[in-house]
């Protein structure tokens, strides 16, 4: 690693107590692993500092050696490297990261959790005849995660685990992150044609993003169903190609978009919609009842829509 490289990377270290090196920005993570981190991180901690590997290619590079871990994110607090998203993620349900930051974690609701008779029956025949590999046996485990997606597995208590009674003898295990985003969830299973699988409801879940296509998109707009689009990609790339009345989504943008009304259409996009995707989601995950992503990006809005947008 070149020298200049390393003392910059002690100096920014030393200098904050809690640094997450991220794609993207506290306000504006870049990919979902960072999201997550920062999800946890604001809850625990009210200051803390990010550095954007996407803007500094050479930190990004340097970062991974300098912490011999491969991944980003990266966290470090009081100078020591903690980990990245698993490892955070893991010492948070398990309040070992309340402990590091001197925070009481929040007291948790015991929740209500139901299993039908259906998904009771097929959860019993799965104990009874597990996967390949797999051992019979195990309680019920649900996680639900801060995306609100979900996981049944069959695993051993935990010292933090709830142990929910779901109805029919049944018994689910849940953790305290999870608890908090569980209460009324419904697990029932549904019969199908490749052997169904099992549907949850959680009346919790927060608005999806919903999808548009460029022509849709223009169309919204020239309508003026959507007065909002806003445009996640770096500065470099809005100066290869832009799409006409696109706002830049900065730190300030943000703080102005949190103001409107939560019904109020808003649409994002980026080069391909990927990272568009993970900014909408976390407008719809604060409520907001009307956010689409731009499926293709400004690429396939050139293609379909505009081809004076220039490609890149």
Same mark, same amino acid.
């Given at each position: 690693?070149?020298?200049?490289?390393?003392?910059?990377?002690?100096?920014?270290?030393?200098?904050?107590?809690?640094?997450?090196? @991220?794609?993207?920005?506290?306000?504006?993570?870049?990919?979902?692993?960072?999201?997550?981190? $920062?999800?946890?991180?604001?809850?625990? $901690?009210?200051?803390?500092?990010?550095?954007?590997?996407?803007?500094?290619?050479?930190?990004?590079?340097?970062?991974?050696?300098?912490?011999?871990?491969?991944?980003?994110?990266?966290?470090?607090?009081?100078?020591?490297?903690?980990?990245?998203?698993?490892?955070?993620? =893991? @010492?948070?349900?398990?309040?070992?990261?309340?402990?590091?930051?001197?925070?009481? &974690?929040?007291? #948790?609701?015991?929740?209500?959790?139901?299993?039908?008779? @259906?998904?009771?029956?097929?959860?019993?025949?799965?104990?009874?005849?597990?996967?390949?590999?797999?051992?019979?046996?195990?309680?019920?485990?649900? $996680?639900?995660?801060?995306?609100?997606?979900?996981?049944?597995?069959?695993?051993?208590?935990?010292?933090?685990?709830?142990?929910?009674?779901?109805?029919?003898?049944?018994?689910?295990?849940?953790?305290?992150?999870? &608890?908090?985003? &569980?209460?009324?969830? $419904?697990?029932?299973? !549904?019969?199908?044609?490749?052997?169904?699988?099992?549907?949850?409801?959680?009346?919790? =879940?927060?608005?999806?993003?919903?999808?548009?296509?460029?022509?849709?998109?223009?169309?919204?707009?020239?309508?003026?169903? !959507?007065?909002?689009?806003?445009?996640?990609?770096? =500065?470099?790339?809005?100066?290869?190609?832009?799409?006409?009345?696109?706002?830049?989504?900065?730190?300030?943008? !943000?703080?102005?978009?949190?103001?409107?009304?939560?019904?109020?259409?808003?649409?994002?996009?980026?080069?391909?919609? @990927?990272?568009?995707?993970?900014?909408?989601?976390?407008?719809?995950?604060?409520?907001?009842?009307?956010?689409?992503?731009?499926?293709?990006?400004?690429?396939?809005?050139?293609?379909?829509?505009?081809?004076? #947008?220039?490609?890149?």
């Amino acid at each position: 690693m070149d020298q200049q490289i390393r003392t910059q990377l002690d100096q920014l270290i030393k200098d904050n107590r809690v640094l997450l090196f @991220m794609k993207g920005s506290r306000h504006f993570p870049q990919c979902g692993f960072s999201a997550t981190v $920062v999800q946890i991180l604001d809850q625990l $901690v009210p200051e803390y500092q990010t550095v954007n590997v996407l803007k500094e290619p050479d930190l990004r590079e340097g970062i991974k050696e300098f912490s011999s871990w491969p991944t980003i994110p990266q966290l470090y607090v009081d100078g020591k490297f903690v980990g990245g998203c698993d490892i955070v993620r =893991e @010492m948070f349900v398990a309040g070992e990261l309340h402990e590091l930051f001197g925070v009481k &974690a929040a007291e #948790v609701k015991l929740p209500s959790i139901t299993i039908t008779a @259906m998904a009771k029956k097929a959860l019993d025949a799965a104990q009874q005849q597990p996967e390949a590999g797999e051992e019979a046996g195990g309680q019920l485990r649900l $996680v639900v995660s801060s995306k609100f997606e979900y996981e049944l597995v069959l695993d051993e208590k935990k010292k933090s685990d709830f142990e929910i009674d779901a109805g029919g003898g049944a018994k689910v295990l849940i953790d305290r992150q999870s &608890a908090a985003r &569980a209460d009324g969830i $419904v697990i029932d299973f !549904a019969n199908g044609p490749q052997g169904g699988g099992f549907r949850i409801d959680n009346p919790n =879940e927060p608005g999806r993003v919903k999808s548009l296509s460029p022509k849709e998109a223009k169309a919204m707009l020239d309508k003026g169903e !959507a007065k909002v689009l806003v445009d996640v990609r770096t =500065e470099d790339e809005r100066n290869k190609a832009l799409i006409e009345g696109a706002q830049h989504l900065t730190p300030e943008t !943000a703080a102005e978009l949190d103001k409107l009304d939560k019904s109020t259409p808003i649409i994002f996009h980026c080069h391909h919609g @990927m990272r568009s995707r993970t900014a909408a989601q976390r407008f719809a995950e604060e409520g907001f009842t009307n956010v689409y992503n731009l499926e293709g990006g400004i690429d396939a809005w050139s293609l379909e829509v505009d081809p004076k #947008v220039a490609r890149y």
